[in-house]
């Protein structure tokens, strides 16, 4: 709810109610809120909500009122924050996670190079590097190098021309 809102449901009467709420102050206060949740989330998820206050306010006020409102413009976002995307990366990042912790209590701290063959394996670099790097591209909006991922300056996959390190 809008502070206006409140101010409103917080009227005595029904008619004091709707005077308050069938104003151009109203129907402003639910598109800054759009807006403001738009712009925060990065996304239009709650669009259809606020499109259904809308839609109420004029059900409710059009009748009353005699002159006509404005449509205050919302944020038009250049870029969506993908919630499923993101979703997915997570879990890549529990499985990657998971994977070289396998790895770790497999082989260290007797064989190291067991361990960079281990975490090195396609499957586990391929969770690290789409936690590590698209993860942090994608959800958290902060920069990413792929020299910063796990197994970057062992694995032969991120080495030019390279095809696979593999001690098995």
């Known amino acids: 709810m809008t502070d206006k809102e409140d101010e409103c449901s917080a009227k005595k009467t029904e008619n004091e109610k709707l005077d308050c709420y069938c104003t151009q ?5 639910i598109f800054a ?15 259809s909500q606020f499109d259904y206050r809308v839609e109420h306010w004029h059900e409710t006020c059009d009748s009353r009122v005699a002159t006509s409102f404005t449509t ?3 944020t038009s976002l250049t870029a969506t924050y993908d919630f499923n995307a993101c ?3 997570h879990q890549s990042c529990v499985s990657g996670d998971y994977e070289t912790n396998k790895c770790s209590q497999t082989y260290l701290p007797m064989s190291s190079m067991s361990y960079v063959s281990c975490i090195c394996q396609p499957p586990i670099y391929s969770l690290v590097s789409e936690c590590q790097y698209n993860g942090n591209i994608s959800c958290k909006r ?18 030019s021309g390279s095809v696979g390190f593999n001690l098995y």
């Open 72 to 74: 205050p413009p919302v």
């Open 25 to 29: 102050e109203m129907l402003s206060s």
């Open 33 to 47: 809120c759009q807006d403001d949740v738009r712009r925060c989330l990065e996304s239009h998820m709650f669009d």
């Open 142 to 159: 902060t920069t990413a190098a792929e020299s910063n991922i796990l197994g970057y300056s062992v694995c032969s996959y991120f080495w």
């Open 87 to 89: 979703q997915r990366l």
